[in-house]
């Protein structure tokens, strides 16, 4: 299969947006055309390949979104899996319209699609894309520099209000398995408490920590809370509704509403809720995370040009290199407690 006389790369960026995602797009082109390749960018992740939606990428076509958020070619959550005729329809589009090989940009789900479609043959190389970092196989994703830089700044700017009214400010960030952008956020920006997946705590625990700071006069807190942190006493993960997208993923959030209810309500601090939300998607991606997402991309075209397809991208130390999609995403990749062991040093 070919087009033009050449072989065609597809690419597809699938689930929630992250900043970085157009500079792997951008690289892949780029990569691409320099090794004699064309470029297709599927739209809407998997959604494009079942609907059969691709439009040619070029260099014009890239030009200027390196600082650009979010992505061109756009996402969803779509599980062409889920459905034969979807599976059907996907294997089908890509013979027809003539990719010889695909880049799968994405999380858990995404690259757990482009690993079934590897054991099936499929010439398929994986980007691993998360802000939450828990993506196994990699030291680092894309995206969550940028999350933790928000997150970050957000606390500063609480900080000063939270001290101006002496208030307990519960921070809700996101992290649904894990709370890395929790600890890191929350230690760069000194918070007084953080509450992550990882580490159940009960409601006591963490009122006497504040408690604790307050009795040395700082009269004012900050709680960081992932928005998959399950309270002690709890039966259940708090929920914004009982919906299940394609993966079967609840829509999480509510939690910090539940721990600034139950503070409030055995101290007797004044507390208020910032949910943060996706706030932390948004916008343009650090310079870390361009330059991240700059070469994944071009790894990945380097992989489908040496025959190393099966494969996802990753970062070790400070090398790009690759591991098979088989061993990737096996287990998530949980807050490494030395971190967490630091964060603790700094409650109360």
Same mark, same amino acid.
């Given at each position: 299969? &070919?087009?033009?006389? @050449?072989?065609?790369?597809?690419?597809? =960026?699938?689930?929630?947006?992250?900043?970085?995602?157009?500079?792997?797009?951008?690289?892949?082109?780029?990569?691409?055309?320099?090794?004699?390749?064309? =470029?297709?960018?599927?739209?809407?992740?998997?959604?494009? *390949?079942?609907?059969?939606?691709?439009?040619?990428?070029?260099?014009? !076509?890239?030009?200027?979104?390196?600082?650009?958020?979010?992505?061109?070619?756009?996402?969803?959550?779509?599980?062409?899996? #889920?459905?034969?005729?979807? @599976?059907?329809?996907?294997?089908?589009?890509?013979?027809?319209?003539? %990719?010889?090989? %695909?880049?799968?940009?994405?999380?858990?789900?995404?690259?757990?699609?482009?690993? &079934? *479609?590897? !054991?099936?043959?499929?010439?398929?190389?994986?980007?691993? !894309?998360?802000?939450?970092?828990?993506?196994?196989?990699?030291?680092?994703?894309?995206?969550?520099?940028?999350?933790? /830089?928000?997150?970050? $700044?957000?606390?500063?700017?609480?900080?000063?209000?939270?001290?101006?009214?002496?208030?307990?400010?519960?921070?809700?960030?996101?992290?649904?398995?894990?709370?890395?952008?929790?600890?890191?956020?929350?230690?760069?920006?000194?918070?007084?408490?953080?509450?992550?997946?990882?580490?159940?705590?009960?409601?006591?625990?963490?009122?006497?920590?504040?408690? @604790?700071?307050? &009795?040395?006069?700082?009269?004012?807190?900050?709680?960081?809370?992932?928005?998959?942190?399950?309270?002690?006493?709890?039966?259940?993960?708090?929920?914004?509704?009982? #919906?299940?997208?394609?993966?079967?993923?609840?829509?999480?959030?509510?939690?910090?509403?539940?721990?600034?209810? $139950?503070?409030?309500?055995? =101290?007797?601090?004044?507390?208020?809720?910032?949910?943060?939300?996706?706030?932390?998607?948004?916008?343009?991606?650090?310079?870390?995370?361009?330059?991240?997402?700059?070469?994944?991309?071009? +790894?990945?075209?380097? *992989?489908?040009?040496?025959? #190393?397809?099966? /494969?996802?991208?990753?970062? +070790?130390?400070?090398?790009?290199?690759?591991?098979?999609? /088989?061993?990737?995403?096996? +287990? %998530?990749?949980?807050?490494?407690?030395?971190?967490?062991?630091?964060?603790?040093?700094?409650?109360?």
């Amino acid at each position: 299969m &070919s087009r033009n006389g @050449k072989e065609a790369i597809g690419i597809l =960026t699938g689930g929630g947006d992250c900043p970085g995602l157009n500079a792997v797009i951008r690289a892949v082109v780029r990569r691409a055309y320099m090794l004699g390749y064309e =470029t297709m960018g599927i739209k809407n992740g998997w959604l494009g *390949l079942v609907k059969g939606t691709v439009e040619p990428l070029d260099l014009m !076509k890239v030009s200027g979104i390196l600082p650009r958020g979010g992505t061109i070619l756009g996402t969803s959550r779509t599980n062409p899996l #889920k459905d034969e005729n979807d @599976k059907k329809a996907l294997i089908e589009n890509m013979k027809k319209l003539g %990719l010889d090989s %695909l880049i799968a940009i994405g999380g858990e789900d995404t690259l757990g699609v482009a690993r &079934s *479609l590897a !054991k099936e043959g499929f010439k398929v190389v994986g980007v691993p !894309k998360t802000i939450d970092n828990d993506v196994e196989g990699t030291d680092q994703t894309f995206g969550f520099d940028t999350a933790v /830089s928000i997150v970050t $700044e957000a606390i500063d700017r609480l900080h000063t209000t939270a001290e101006s009214h002496q208030r307990v400010m519960v921070v809700e960030v996101m992290g649904r398995h894990t709370g890395w952008i929790a600890v890191v956020g929350g230690l760069a920006g000194g918070a007084d408490c953080i509450l992550i997946p990882e580490r159940p705590m009960n409601i006591d625990e963490i009122c006497k920590i504040l408690a @604790k700071r307050h &009795s040395r006069g700082r009269l004012f807190s900050i709680v960081v809370v992932a928005e998959g942190f399950k309270l002690d006493g709890f039966e259940q993960l708090v929920t914004k509704d009982q #919906k299940l997208d394609q993966f079967g993923h609840v829509h999480l959030g509510g939690i910090g509403e539940v721990i600034a209810d $139950e503070i409030e309500k055995r =101290t007797g601090y004044e507390t208020r809720v910032t949910v943060l939300g996706h706030v932390q998607r948004g916008g343009s991606p650090t310079a870390f995370d361009r330059v991240l997402g700059t070469r994944y991309g071009v +790894k990945a075209v380097d *992989l489908i040009h040496e025959g #190393k397809v099966g /494969s996802m991208v990753c970062l +070790k130390g400070n090398k790009i290199t690759d591991i098979p999609l /088989s061993e990737a995403m096996t +287990k %998530l990749k949980f807050v490494d407690p030395e971190l967490l062991q630091t964060a603790e040093i700094f409650y109360g």
